[in-house]
């Protein structure tokens, strides 16, 4: 008798809009899965955030990230998607998307934001996440609206 593939019932919640959207996909058959999360440590990391406009988005710290992204395939079910939070002192965005990149080493997301309150843009946008998997790598994020930010220090745990 042959072995039939062991079914597994897999719940990869994303937050969309802090919170505000949950997607949810269950029964997924073991198969070859790629799952990234990234957070800002409490300590030891570095980052900047620029406005459109060009100067230093307002904030008393450090503007901290966090984010998850996840690409299932199947064969029978195909999914990808991701989200991030940036927040500073006063304020926060969110993103989200499902153009997912995923390797051992680096990743890369392509998504949208509405608009946001840290700059007072009120202007959609597209955006792009990307970089490295380990402890201590640097993260940037930019948004076709000039929106810019680099994180240094940041912890990204890529799986799959």
Not at 5 to 34: C, D, E, R, W, Y
Not at 119 to 144: D, H
Request: hydrophobic share 40%; aromatic share 8%; with cysteine.
């Amino acid at each position: 008798m042959k072995n039939k593939p062991m079914i597994v019932t897999a719940f990869v919640a994303l937050a969309f809009a802090a919170g505000a959207q949950i997607l949810v996909m269950n029964n997924v058959a073991a198969a070859p899965s790629k799952i990234v999360e990234g957070l800002t440590p409490c300590c030891g990391y570095s980052s900047t955030l620029t406005c459109p406009d060009g100067t230093p988005a307002p904030t008393q710290v450090d503007p901290t990230i966090s984010f998850n992204g996840a690409k299932i395939n199947n064969g029978a079910q195909h999914f990808q998607g991701w989200s991030l939070t940036i927040a500073t002192t006063f304020n926060q965005l969110s993103a989200f998307g499902n153009t997912v990149q995923i390797s051992p080493n680096n990743f890369q997301f392509k998504g949208a934001m509405g608009g946001e309150g840290i700059c007072n843009s009120n202007t959609p946008s597209n955006v792009e996440l990307s970089g490295e998997c380990g402890f201590g790598v640097t993260v940037k994020f930019a948004a076709a609206n000039g929106l810019r930010g680099t994180f240094n220090g940041i912890n990204v745990a890529c799986h799959g």
